[in-house]
């Protein structure tokens, strides 16, 4: 079984820098596993930070970037707010139509 | 600005079948390169895909969940569903509906349901 794995949390300091990882369980994430990135507060949908590794929708605010590290993805918050204070979602493709959502990093600032 | 509502019974019995309508506004489902999708959240837990369904009617679905799940598109109503056969406790979770523009697998995720929440109870 395919297993996507997140920092299960992580705490910041305001107007600090942090960046979350997602990796898999079958070996290094590549450009092609399309990663996306979703944001998600209590009591609220997701909502779409990051398509196909670093491609930001245009609400995305721009201290949120997307890349791959060390065979991972990774999502990186560059002067965080007291509002980026959420869940985070990774989730990447597999072949044979599978797409996985990783554990989730709840992030906490602090 | 697209909009997409979740809807459909709050309460399902076990081994029944849940039915879900996710209605799209803003925005023909039919038009353009899209695939729409629900997604599954039980409480205080992870997100899990569920399925895609393309405009042209092509259908994907979660290995885990495939023998049990059907997603269809109604064009004339703007709606897609999801019906998911022999539910049982394990199935009760938030439901999300969710497009993602493209035709491929590196598809962008915009649009988000506000989701609706499922049990399953008898």
């Known amino acids: 079984q395919t297993v996507v794995t997140q920092e299960p949390s992580l705490t910041v300091s305001p107007g600090g820098t942090v960046t979350l990882t997602c990796a898999s369980s079958?070996?290094?994430?590549?450009?092609?596993?399309?990663p996306n990135w979703f944001q998600q507060k209590p009591g609220q949908a997701p909502r779409a930070l990051i398509y196909s590794t670093s491609n930001k929708h245009s609400w995305t605010p721009a201290r949120f970037s997307g890349s791959l590290l060390g065979g991972k993805a990774a999502l990186t918050l560059s002067g965080v707010q007291p509002e980026d204070e959420a869940e985070y979602y990774c989730?990447?493709?597999?072949?044979?139509?599978?797409?996985?959502f990783g554990g989730g990093t709840k992030l906490t600032v602090l | 600005q697209v909009q997409l509502q979740e809807s459909g019974p709050g309460l399902v019995k076990p081994s029944q079948t849940l039915s879900l309508t996710c209605t799209v506004s803003g925005g023909s489902i039919s038009s353009g390169s899209y695939y729409w999708s629900w997604i599954r959240q039980p409480a205080g837990k992870g997100l899990e895909w569920i399925g895609r369904i393309y405009t042209s009617g092509s259908t994907n679905y979660n290995p885990s969940l495939k023998s049990r799940v059907t997603i269809s598109v109604d064009t004339s109503k703007n709606q897609f569903s999801l019906k998911l056969s022999s539910v049982t406790a394990a199935d009760t979770a938030v439901y999300y509906c969710?497009?993602?523009?493209?035709?491929?697998?590196?598809?962008?995720?915009?649009?988000w349901g506000q989701g609706t929440l499922v049990t399953v109870s008898s």
């Open positions: 989730l990447l493709y597999y072949g044979g139509a599978q797409l996985v």
């Open positions: 969710a497009r993602v523009r493209g035709s491929g697998w590196d598809g962008a995720w915009d649009y």
């Open positions: 079958t070996g290094a994430v590549t450009s092609g596993y399309y």
